[in-house]
């Protein structure tokens, strides 16, 4: 299998690693993550230009990569600068709407989204637990289209964004993957709720409410035969983008960490120079590059035709990333001393973007009991 990077993939990467190191300094993240938007208009309208989204959408829909590969490279690079501007929404959204039922009716959507039109995928719910197929959001026909009730929770720059994509149950008990559909509501839709609310790492996120909102027909996008299947992909090509995102953290916690060891001085000395200190940096180092094949892994298999074997390269690299993206932020904290605890440093930043991580679209215990199941079912046959 040949991971070499393609030179349109390469110079996507040198592009906006060059882009973020220039223009977005830990300040300028800190004043976005404040701000009402939560994310800087300027530097996501930047990085729109730059092609990172469009890098993540098919060629089927008119975007530019879309692989496994191109989602890697370009969330590597926003792990490595912290970006938090709404990347993840643009992926989630663009790959569920590219496998719906008629992708062509939602090419006017996409074009908008590549031109940087904020979007948001409204899926958890408060009692899911992880669980991706919870749905207690329950949609009815109606003589004008279609009417929604439920209440959606932690959704990522939900009260910025310019419309939702919305999982409700036609049918069904409230964990069946069975009975499911989706549906896009525009931000002007009448009787919406929402709730916005800073995250502890950055950006934004919404609760939002549907309480009896009324939908045009035109809005379902994938009905009971391939909703399950479209809201799966778009599941999967997000725990792809974290764990990538998380690797970009890691690399950059791991090198500012191994700069500071070389530069403090004790006893006359750098504290680097120390075998205990040096130890605990091999470790960290081993669990990086573990980290890194296990995304790369993951990467490879996302087009795997079999959905089980996609799906345990995914659950083990977001496992991988919760045990030793978590592992190396706690260390990293530790080696640094009482400084890795202060606002100031960028470190403590990475630190606790990488803890947050692992509890997005499932913790490491959710996906250790996924990769198991799916590991018998695949030893089974």
Not at 82 to 104: D, F, H, I, N, Y
Not at 148 to 168: I, R, T
Not at 181 to 203: K, Q, S, Y
Not at 312 to 328: S, Y
């Amino acid at each position: 299998m040949d991971f070499t990077l393609s030179d349109d993939q390469r110079m996507l990467a040198d592009t906006l690693g060059r882009y973020l190191a220039e223009r977005y300094p830990i300040a300028r993240r800190h004043a976005a993550a404040v701000s009402p938007l939560g994310y800087d208009a300027e530097v996501w309208a930047a990085l729109v230009e730059l092609g990172a989204v469009a890098a993540l959408l098919p060629p089927e829909v008119d975007g530019l990569g879309g692989g496994g590969v191109d989602i890697m490279v370009v969330f590597e690079q926003a792990g490595r600068a912290l970006v938090q501007e709404p990347l993840l929404g643009a992926l989630m959204v663009g790959q569920t709407l590219a496998r719906a039922e008629q992708p062509a009716r939602w090419r006017p959507l996409l074009q908008r989204l590549q031109e940087g039109a904020v979007v948001a995928l409204a899926h958890g719910e408060p009692d899911a637990h992880h669980e991706p197929w919870h749905v207690a959001t329950v949609a009815q026909r109606d003589p004008g289209g279609w009417v929604l009730d439920g209440h959606k929770a932690v959704v990522p720059f939900g009260a910025q964004a310019a419309g939702w994509l919305v999982s409700a149950r036609l049918s069904g008990a409230v964990r069946d993957p069975a009975g499911l559909a989706l549906f896009w509501v525009p931000r002007e839709t009448p009787g919406v709720r929402l709730r916005d609310v800073r995250r502890v790492d950055g950006g934004r996120a919404a609760e939002l409410w549907l309480p009896a909102v009324q939908l045009g027909p035109e809005a379902l996008v994938a009905g009971p035969a391939h909703a399950a299947e479209a809201l799966a992909w778009g599941l999967d090509v997000g725990t792809l983008a974290l764990c990538a995102e998380a690797l970009g953290a890691m690399e950059v916690a791991f090198e500012q960490t191994r700069q500071y060891l070389q530069t403090r001085r004790q006893f006359g000395r750098p504290i680097g120079s120390f075998q205990a200190l040096q130890h605990r940096m091999v470790d960290l180092w081993m669990a990086l590059e573990q980290t890194r094949s296990a995304v790369i892994n993951a990467a490879a298999a996302l087009e795997e035709p079999d959905v089980r074997v996609r799906g345990r390269a995914l659950a083990a690299a977001k496992v991988t990333v919760g045990r030793h993206g978590t592992h190396l932020a706690e260390e990293a904290i530790q080696l640094h001393g009482g400084i890795g605890m202060t606002w100031e440093l960028p470190l403590a930043h990475y630190a606790k973007r990488l803890v947050l991580i692992d509890h997005e679209l499932g913790d490491e215990d959710h996906h250790l009991a996924r990769y198991i199941a799916l590991s018998r079912a695949l030893e089974a046959e």
